[in-house]
């Protein structure tokens, strides 16, 4: 089952450098590096950053031994001005993202004990790391936005900043398309739901007649990526679940029994409760999805043609309307059908960002087509039928201010904030008191002031 969460891509890298860290010798007596404010540096902090780099493939640009230190002191020094500033995270926001980290881990190695056994370390250390390092981005974060809310962009402002960028530094945009999208839902029958809740109900007797282990059950039958853990999902927020399965699973309260069948838009489910804590919860479930048969496929790819003739030929409906009334897709039904890209909050997609199926359908059309009734799958991973239509193309180029007005601001924007920043950085380099060892000195810093007579 997927939740409505963005798990952090980096987190396989944090996981080697946290063993790496673990399996340190612990009995090399520390060496301080530098001095920032009245808190030592050690180089043993440094080797530990250095590892958390590599790991999360971070490039280093220059001798790591100058530029993680310095990267660690502008932290530091962040850290200090979100003490002054009284810069507080909301703990239950970081306890989420640390769990959403940890459960993802937990996925990779197979259980708990495998994680303690990979960092040789409790499981409440490998926490409690991941917590500090959340905590820290964030306090950081709120201190960079705090700098740079004042900044005000005119659109004057970016032409003139585009009117003095080097041709070499215009980025080149590549291909891309804005299309609307109308879904139907084939017709799932109702023996087939039927069968669906009845295997369920059977699975749910079995567990609480003790006769049955639900994490067995779960391993067995389940249809969802989790039911390879025994259909442990981890400790999610209410927000981080889907809401009917939210619903059900904030309200069980007893680990040794099974919920009723809920449905969702994954598709039918029954859980177990394994552990609440404050306000987020662990349960198992076990996920069971409607077939789609071809007779019904065939019937809704029929019924979306008919819709297309008559967007199309017949002109009894727009596209827009045709979306409004028709689609089944309730993330564009009632914007016109337009797509919307979640990487970038704008209508436009590069090819690689459409799904597979819309991207080949959008290829052959040229702006203002509808192509034919397919197949795709949904993000909640059913068979669905689509038909989608260009908008607009705009083919490969370097940027310019008619087109990519918004990609040029967001470049000036950037730049004017880096700017504020390294300001500020400079100005709290000099009012800090900053030490470091012989030995340590020998670098070209990215920011000056570093480096002081002893």
């Known amino acids: ?53 590599l790991a999360d493939r971070i490039p280093i640009n220059g001798d790591p031994y100058c530029v993680v230190p310095e990267q660690i002191a502008i932290e530091r020094l962040f850290l200090h001005q979100a003490d002054i500033d009284t810069v507080e995270v909301a703990e239950s926001m ?47 974060s709120q201190v960079r936005n705090n700098l740079t809310k ?18 070499d530094s215009i980025p080149f945009i590549p291909l891309q398309v804005e299309a609307q999208i109308i879904t139907l839902n084939p017709l799932i029958p109702r023996q087939e739901i039927d069968d669906i809740k009845a295997r369920l109900r059977d699975y749910a007797d079995r567990v609480n007649r003790g006769e049955s282990e639900f994490s067995t059950l779960a391993i ?30 904030f309200n069980l309260s007893d680990p040794k029994k099974v919920s009723k069948i809920v449905e969702t838009e994954y598709g039918f489910h029954i859980i177990q409760l394994i552990e609440k804590r404050g306000d987020r919860i662990n349960t198992r479930h076990i996920l069971l999805k409607p077939k789609v048969s071809d007779k019904d496929l065939t019937a809704a790819i029929q019924r979306l043609d008919s819709v297309r003739a008559d967007i199309v030929v017949n002109k009894k409906i727009s596209f827009e309307d045709a979306a409004r009334y028709v689609s089944q897709d309730k993330d564009t039904r009632y914007s016109r059908g337009v797509m919307v890209n979640q990487e ?83 100005n709290k380099i000099k009012e800090t008191y900053v030490r470091i060892e012989d030995g340590w000195r020998g670098c070209e810093f990215k920011h000056d002031g570093w480096l002081r007579a002893k």
């Open 94 to 140: 970081v306890m989420a993202q640390v769990d959403q980290q940890l459960n993802y881990i937990i996925n990779q190695l197979g259980s708990r004990e495998k994680v303690e056994q990979y960092f040789r370390k409790p499981f409440s250390e490998i926490r409690e790391y991941y917590a500090t390092n959340m905590r820290n981005r964030s306090r950081i």
């Open 1 to 53: 089952m997927k939740f409505n969460s963005k798990i952090c891509i980096a987190v396989l890298g944090a996981v080697m450098a946290l063993a790496t860290a673990a399996a340190r010798n612990n009995n090399i007596v520390e060496e301080v590096a530098w001095v920032i404010g009245d808190e030592p540096l050690y180089k043993s902090e440094i080797e530990q950053t250095y590892q958390d780099m």
């Open 150 to 167: 004042e900044l005000k962009v005119t659109p004057a402002d970016v032409r003139r900043y585009f009117a003095t960028l080097p041709e």
């Open 344 to 426: 970038t909050g704008t209508t436009r997609f590069e090819m690689s960002q459409l799904p597979q199926e819309v991207a080949r359908a959008v290829a052959s059309l040229q702006p203002g087509e509808v192509s034919e009734p397919f197949i795709m799958r949904s993000k909640t991973d059913r068979e669905v039928v689509a038909i989608v239509r260009l908008t607009s193309r705009i083919d490969a180029h370097r940027a310019n201010l008619a087109d990519d007005f918004q990609t040029i601001k967001g470049m000036y924007e950037n730049s004017r904030k880096q700017a504020i920043i390294d300001e500020w950085l400079e």
């Open 220 to 249: 067995l039958y389940s249809e969802a990526p989790e039911g390879m853990r025994g259909g442990e999902i981890g400790f999610m927020g209410r927000g981080q679940l889907v809401p009917e399965y939210a619903a059900v699973a």
